[in-house]
């Protein structure tokens, strides 16, 4: 099989041709991506000192958010120490009052009950001297028992 020289000559220039225009690409993508990998580096230097300080507050933010934490723990106990000291002050307070006012209405309204016995006792008296007239022995059983109407 003999190929013709003028075919065999263009095949040989298409392949030389083809890879001189590949070789130039990758040449091309070469230099691109050296020129990106330098400007990405310039970047990662000047966002490293960024991350950096970000980290640093970060960390700072935490010891702050660590020892606020612990404040407000301890606040928080105090509140609630604070507040059942306060109940319990409440219901002891609550307790005297009740009794230094319920006290005064208990002896008032044994007074009251004292003296609307004694009004009755009273008025049963006067009932009685007119059956003391008709009766003489029952006048004289309540004179001698002056409790006889409690």
Aim: charged letters at 15%; hydrophobic letters at 45%; zero cysteines.
């Amino acid at each position: 099989m003999n190929l013709n020289p003028v075919a065999s000559n263009l095949v040989i220039i298409w392949y030389l041709g083809l890879s001189l225009i590949l070789t130039f690409i990758v040449v091309g993508l070469t230099m691109v991506l050296h020129k990106v990998n330098s400007r990405l580096e310039a970047l990662t230097l000047q966002v490293e000192p960024l991350l950096q300080k970000a980290d640093q507050a970060l960390a700072l933010t935490n010891e702050k958010l660590a020892t606020i934490g612990s404040t407000t723990e301890s606040l928080l106990a105090h509140g609630d120490a604070v507040a059942a000291t306060v109940e319990a002050k409440t219901e002891t307070t609550s307790r005297l009052v009740q009794k230094t006012i319920h006290s005064p209405f208990v002896s008032l309204n044994a007074l009251l009950a004292g003296v609307a016995a004694g009004a009755k006792a009273l008025r049963a008296r006067p009932s009685l001297s007119v059956l003391q007239s008709n009766k003489p022995q029952i006048s004289v059983s309540v004179m001698e028992n002056p409790h006889h109407g409690e």
